[in-house]
T-cell receptor, first 114, second 114 residues
């Protein structure tokens, strides 16, 4: 497709379970970002991948969160031992290689922890 | 690290009134971008400002970049109900430690009463 694709669109799971969220960026976009957004709140930066550089993990809230990007394309955000405070919409965005280019967002994954 | 502050957090207006949101960066920016997020949607890129003192218009929206390239504003003239949503600014500093990374403001939630 032409846009950023995220899956699943919704995920409901029990506290303590692990979850994996997937992001398929726009083809050719080397920069990929993960954000978290709670209801009515702003965008909380989680992690940033740029080409082959080491990712900027400065926004990950705890060691239960991790992300990888395989082959410079698809990215997976993993949350281990989920907690109720992890409930939020997780947004992925991608942009072209040059710094500071506009970001294109996916529709997000709405994660609910019971 | 770089911080981008945005005010106000909320703004309620009557249809037809004007609206302004302001963005301030702790560091000089290479560019600043504005995004709009409709309720239930994802942020969508509106515009990018690059030059000191730059002013750009999109119909009823006017965007300004400060002379020092540390602040910006978005002004909407004669708001309409279709303007409802959250407006985010995002700053980019080419000299930052994480190349290409945008820093988002907290957003301004705009509601318009018909």
């Amino acid at each position: 497709g032409a846009g950023v694709s995220q899956s699943p669109s919704n995920k409901v799971t029990e506290k303590g379970k692990d979850v994996e969220l997937r992001c398929d960026p726009i083809s050719g976009h080397t920069a990929l970002y993960w954000y978290r957004q709670s209801l009515g709140q702003g965008l909380e930066f989680l992690i940033y991948f740029q080409g082959n550089s080491a990712p900027d993990k400065s926004g990950l809230p705890s060691d239960r969160f991790s992300a990888e990007r395989t082959g410079g394309s698809v990215s997976t955000l993993t949350i281990q031992r989920t907690q109720q405070e992890d409930s939020a919409v997780y947004l992925c965005a991608s942009s072209q290689v040059t710094g500071g280019q506009p970001q294109h967002f996916g529709d997000g994954t709405r994660l609910s922890i019971l | 690290g770089q911080q981008v502050m945005q005010i106000p957090q909320y703004q309620h207006v009557q249809e037809g009134e004007d609206f302004t949101t302001y963005c301030n960066s702790s560091t000089t920016l290479s560019n600043i971008q504005w995004y709009k997020q409709r309720p239930g949607g994802h942020p969508v890129f509106l515009i990018q400002l690059v030059k000191s003192g730059e002013v750009k218009k999109q119909k009823r929206l006017t965007f300004q970049f400060g002379e020092a390239k540390k602040n910006s504003s978005l002004h909407i003239t004669a708001t309409q109900t279709t303007d409802v949503g959250t407006y985010f600014c995002a700053g980019f500093n080419a000299g930052g430690t994480s190349y290409g990374k945008l820093t988002f403001g907290q957003g301004t939630i705009l509601t318009v009463h018909p």
